[in-house]
């Protein structure tokens, strides 16, 4: 028997005094190229801040908010949240600021000294050397970069009381070395290729290059796919209306760049009120559209986003460019999102060193700014660029799994592409037992942000030889193979737990090993298709046939905004986060079901397009008459 020991005795004490001190973040070796020189003068002062964490980023919380707004039955569907709703929602607790402050005065400093920022983003404080090694239990040193003898303060590891861990994501000066780094030092150039195309995203496939004679006629599809066959295929025939309150943005990484003369090549041979017309260029951190390099591998995948999604929504729409990144050192998904999210960046201080690039870039011809929440998101963003999952930490890829959320919970639709690698990750790669990349590994390797379950991801579909644009379409197995799978991170989320189930039941993937998660517990993806083979693109002065999921997001993303001109002509909101609705009985039958391809990858066939959702083809590909119908029904 246990002797009942009464818990009020516990209760006396407060809880600072008995709360252990815990090693909140230590740095395991500082980047290459600096060495640590010698312990930094006590009365020197540091700028303290502290990150305070955000309350409402699991994953359950995020699927519930978005459901509200986004879920066809939802007698709040359309109505989304403002840019400062979501910031206030998502900022931290005053218990947060409570505690934090309340820590920091019981060690000392006097209330007058401690600042909290307007959003209760950070806790501010000057104090000098040996104050701050006091009350974070560390020590202070000051690093030098060995080639430009600029100068660095940090500490190796810091310490926090438990019951304040909970409300801190981060302090800074302490281990970071972000702010400073210069430009392409070893440690960072090939990390940062990561966000960018060529190592290791998806990128678009060249086979042939052509003579320029195209026809209006859709009799050659199963050869070349033009705007007409697009149309033909999926029923596009819509001229915009609301085309000044409505937006579409196509998101490009430097140095990947269009030539204007390949635009109007295009708009010549496809939609002459298109010549001479050009997408309204957004630069974000120093995003240039760069006309020194010319090569398919840099002009490729810009000229095929932007030369269809021109062509599909027609002259009457503009399209945004957001050019994301400076010729040094470019930039990845989560510098876009501090530019779309002020909060975001501003909260969060700032990137990880390791896998984003960080502005201001100090380097000569660096972009000197640091774009901040400076832009206003389009109502559907097409991203034809992507990582590995595995490449990137659960936490990292949750950060930013979650700021796909808010701006959907904002009404933005997020595209991105499968992946063109089957169920391998980019340059084919698989992975081992423990989850690392490698070229002979066996176990599937998905795409973030595709396996992200608040973003709708989007695979590849042919026309088959010999077939006309009224017959179905298979998955894509000419060049590429449409990206699918699941996730080793990310939950299956509700809307999509009956698809998938149905799945599973009925056409089980016969695989014995653990090569993909097959609990049926997590997100499985794409969500949709669409062709994704053969399109004739004006590259560098050639018409080329190019291949790629590349290809199918930035003609998803056109019907989308297509439909958001069909809304907001009626006064109805955009459409915003698609997934819970697509998936809903409302929109049964709006998809072409794709019921014949596989997608092969990791020395096998990888999962068979079937009836139903696959995780190949996903839902199927658009019926835009349909989706029309459905989607001017919501309110
Ligand atoms: C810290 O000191 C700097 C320089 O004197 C000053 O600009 C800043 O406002 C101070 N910050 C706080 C939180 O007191
Ligand atoms: C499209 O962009 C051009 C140039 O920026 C602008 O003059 C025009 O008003 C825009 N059209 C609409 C419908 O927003
Ligand atoms: C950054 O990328 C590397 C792979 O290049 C990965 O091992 C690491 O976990 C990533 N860091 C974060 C914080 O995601
Ligand atoms: C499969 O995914 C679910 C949901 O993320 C997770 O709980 C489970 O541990 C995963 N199983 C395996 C074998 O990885």
Request: glycine residues 10%; charged residues 15%.
């Amino acid at each position: 028997m246990l002797a009942l020991i009464p818990l009020t005795v516990a209760g006396l004490v407060t809880a600072q005094t008995l709360s252990p001190l815990v090693q909140h973040s230590k740095r395991h070796q500082h980047p290459g190229g600096w060495s640590r020189m010698r312990r930094h003068a006590p009365d020197a002062v540091l700028p303290l801040r502290f990150g305070l964490s955000q309350p409402n980023v699991d994953m359950n919380t995020l699927e519930e908010l978005l459901n509200d707004v986004s879920h066809p039955e939802s007698p709040n569907y359309g109505m989304h949240w403002s840019p400062a709703r979501v910031a206030e929602h998502f900022a931290p607790s005053d218990e947060a600021v409570h505690a934090v402050t309340s820590w920091i005065r019981e060690n000392g400093f006097a209330a007058e000294r401690v600042h909290v920022s307007r959003t209760k983003g950070w806790v501010k404080l000057n104090a000098s050397v040996a104050e701050t090694e006091a009350l974070l239990r560390t020590e202070y040193h000051v690093y030098m970069h060995e080639s430009s003898g600029q100068e660095h303060v940090a500490c190796e590891a810091y310490n926090l009381p438990a019951h304040i861990v909970p409300h801190v994501e981060l302090i800074q000066p302490t281990i970071d070395f972000d702010s400073i780094l210069p430009k392409r030092s070893a440690s960072t150039s090939t990390k940062i290729a990561l966000g960018q195309p060529g190592a290791g995203t998806v990128s678009p496939k060249m086979t042939t290059t052509m003579p320029a004679i195209f026809s209006d006629s859709v009799a050659n599809c199963d050869n070349e796919i033009t705007p007409a066959c697009l149309r033909a295929l999926y029923g596009l025939y819509y001229l915009p209306v609301a085309t000044a309150d409505n937006s579409y943005g196509i998101v490009e990484y430097t140095p990947q760049a269009y030539v204007p003369a390949d635009l109007d090549m295009f708009a010549k041979a496809f939609g002459p009120s298109l010549v001479h017309a050009r997408p309204t260029l957004v630069s974000i951190d120093g995003g240039v559209v760069q006309q020194t390099m010319k090569s398919f591998d840099y002009d490729g995948e810009s000229s095929l986003d932007l030369e269809y999604a021109m062509n599909l929504v027609t002259a009457s729409q503009n399209i945004t460019l957001y050019q994301v990144g400076d010729l040094q050192i470019g930039a990845s998904f989560n510098n876009f999102l501090d530019a779309l999210d002020g909060a975001f960046c501003s909260f969060e201080g700032g990137d990880d060193p390791d896998n984003d690039s960080i502005y201001p870039d100090t380097a000569p011809g660096g972009y000197q700014g640091w774009d901040c929440g400076t832009t206003k998101p389009a109502n559907v963003i097409s991203t034809s660029y992507g990582y590995n999952e595995a490449d990137l930490s659960p936490a990292y890829a949750a950060r930013q799994c979650a700021e796909y959320a808010k701006l959907g919970l904002m009404g933005v639709t997020f595209l991105f592409s499968s992946g063109d690698n089957g169920v391998a990750g980019n340059s084919g790669q698989c992975l081992y037992a423990d989850g690392s990349p490698y070229t002979y590994g066996t176990i599937f390797n998905p795409s973030f942000p595709s396996t992200c379950p608040f973003v709708t991801a989007v695979g590849a579909t042919q026309v088959n030889y010999g077939a006309k644009v009224t017959d179905p379409e298979s998955a894509c197995q000419q060049v590429i193979y449409s990206g699918g799978g699941f996730s080793n991170y990310f939950a299956i989320p509700d809307y999509q737990k009956g698809a998938v189930g149905n799945y599973l039941a009925a056409t089980p993937p016969p695989y014995d090993g653990e090569v993909y998660n097959k609990t049926g517990m997590s997100r499985a993806y794409p969500d949709i298709s669409a062709n994704g083979a053969n399109y004739v693109v004006a590259i560098d002065d050639q018409f080329a046939l190019v291949f790629g999921t590349s290809a199918s997001t930035p003609v998803v993303g056109a019907i989308l905004t297509m439909i958001n001109d069909a809304r907001l002509a009626k006064g109805k909101s955009t459409i915003g986060f698609i997934n819970p609705a697509i998936y809903a009985p409302g929109f049964r039958g709006a998809f072409n079901d794709i019921v014949s391809g596989t997608n092969p990858g990791c020395g096998t066939s990888g999962f068979t397009a079937v009836k139903g959702f696959d995780p190949v083809t996903g839902l199927g590909t658009p019926s835009f008459p349909k989706l029309l119908e459905a989607w001017l029904k919501l309110e």
